[in-house]
């Protein structure tokens, strides 16, 4: 099956037998990754560029080695050495991309609807690597993709959100998602961070860490983004981790066992302890792994478009 859009721009408009589509495929492409060789001719003779307006480190790599491994044509751009710093358009350069074959264009911008634009105006599949404050798709599939595979399920299955909701993509897109795949979804964080309005979107919300993390089956932090925060939203990083750390205590109110996630990078002591990002129960490593294996599989159901 192919997908029915050109291009993956969130998971608000992903219809929920398409992510069943991109999770069951992603395990296929996970046993590939398990061998010795990772090498398919899956994406052959297919041409992908990457066009990072915002720094990444698991998103951008894990989307070249996925290209790679599927023999495509891979090219990375930054915005600081191409010539978007020379003041050229974002509809430009993705015309630009266009000129030269590319098949799937993959953006992060610091805009919310960058990808939505770029999308409307190139040939090209536009995948969104995370946009502003608005989605990050692929990190929700990767995300439900691990609780699915460690939990057999997403029904039924109750995950808290713990941090900086107002300003996090991960978050939006992953309540898109497991709402739609049958998932409670619980935020938490404090007030100030936490925008209007989450509660039609289908989501539970408090601002008791505890509550929202009690008989939950995965917890997961988001990360403080520093980069995006207006002054005053919370006093200073120690008083958001005296009251909102992920911290032992506060993980022993949900469910033995539970899973322990975080998107990354880690603000190691702020959203959760060194204890708790690696303990046992945390699978945020192998959410590492799984992004490749997820990322494999939407750029080999995209491309299958029209095939
Ligand atoms: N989770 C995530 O998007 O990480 P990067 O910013 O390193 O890509």
């Not at 297919?46 to 066009?51: E, G, M, N, T, Y």
């Not at 090209?124 to 609780?147: K, R, S, Y």
């Not at 993509?169 to 989450?198: D, E, F, H, I, Q």
């Not at 917890?219 to 750390?245: C, D, H, N, T, W």
């Amino acid at each position: 099956m192919a997908l029915s859009s050109k291009d993956m721009l969130g998971m608000k408009e992903l219809p929920a037998h398409e992510i069943e589509e991109i999770l069951n495929n992603a395990a296929v492409m996970k046993q590939i990754l398990m061998q010795d060789s990772k090498k398919t001719p899956h994406l052959l003779g297919k041409s992908i560029v990457a066009l990072f307006y915002e720094n990444s480190t698991r998103t951008r790599v894990s989307f070249e080695l996925a290209g790679k491994y599927m023999s495509a044509a891979f090219a990375s751009v930054s915005a600081n050495t191409s010539s978007v710093a020379k003041g050229e358009t974002l509809i430009d350069t993705g015309k630009t991309l266009d000129m030269m074959g590319a098949d799937i264009i993959i953006i992060r911008h610091p805009c919310s609807g960058a990808p939505h634009l770029l999308a409307k105006h190139v040939e090209a599949g536009v995948i969104n690597a995370g946009d502003g404050m608005n989605e990050h798709p692929t990190q929700a599939l990767l995300d439900m993709f691990t609780i699915r595979e460690k939990l057999g399920a997403l029904k039924g299955v109750k995950v808290a959100i713990v941090g900086d909701v107002l300003h996090s993509r991960v978050a939006r897109s992953n309540l898109w998602g497991l709402t739609k795949m049958g998932a409670r979804v619980m935020l938490a964080g404090p007030a100030t961070l936490m925008p209007p309005g989450l509660n039609s979107f289908g989501a539970e919300t408090t601002t008791d860490v505890r509550e929202a993390v009690k008989n939950a089956d995965v917890v997961m932090g988001l990360r403080i983004q520093k980069e995006r925060q207006q002054s005053g939203l919370f006093p200073s990083l120690r008083e958001y981790a005296r009251y909102f750390s992920l911290n032992p205590e506060v993980i022993s109110h949900a469910k033995p066992g539970a899973l322990v996630m975080h998107p990354g990078p880690v603000n190691r002591g702020v959203e959760m302890p060194s204890s708790v990002a690696d303990c046992e129960q945390s699978v945020i490593r192998e959410q590492v792994t799984n992004g490749v294996a997820v990322r494999m599989a939407l750029l080999y159901l995209m491309t299958r478009r029209g095939n």
